[in-house]
């Protein structure tokens, strides 16, 4: 089974939050990556977000409608073979991509679902680096949760 790191950013941290981005990465180098465009408004978004998350979005490259966001992703899921997500904040990251996939709910594909706590790793000291530095981004954040738990793996 192919393990998949997820990460999102969203709008604050309480349940009317709206989904701003969302990454997938795995150990092979794929990755699905988008921002949602349409659904949230600035003025929704906690100081935070405003600060750190949304100058960092690329809504130009990245942005695609609700509607177009699930297709792809499904798209992107299909390809994968048995997967299981892996995520450090599945309180946060698992509703929000329940929402993404839609009323269909989970493709037969995606196994489970597992949380880590990166911190917790028994970490090589060159990785340490990385959890004080998490960009809040969602691809990088994926990119940087594959590496860790991989690299603690090895």
């Known amino acids: 089974m192919r393990a998949v790191y997820i990460d999102t950013e969203f709008t604050q941290l309480n349940m009317t ?31 935070f977000v405003k600060e750190i998350v949304l100058p960092q979005l690329n809504l130009d490259k990245f942005g695609m409608s609700t509607s177009q966001a699930r297709i792809e992703l499904k798209a992107f899921l299909a390809t994968l073979g048995a997967i299981e997500i892996i995520g450090d904040a599945l309180t946060w ?6 929402e993404l996939l839609g009323p269909e709910g989970l493709p037969e594909n995606i196994i489970g679902c597992r949380e880590i706590d990166p911190e917790a790793l028994e970490l090589a000291a060159e990785m340490e680096h990385l959890l004080a530095d998490a960009p809040h981004h969602a691809l990088l954040d994926a990119r940087m949760l594959c590496a860790i738990h991989e690299a603690a793996q090895a």
């Open 17 to 47: 939050r709206q989904l701003i981005s969302l990454a997938l990465v795995d150990t092979s180098g794929l990755e699905f990556y988008v921002e949602i465009t349409g659904t949230w408004l600035e003025s929704e978004c906690s100081e």
């Open 93 to 98: 990251d698992w509703p929000l991509f329940l």
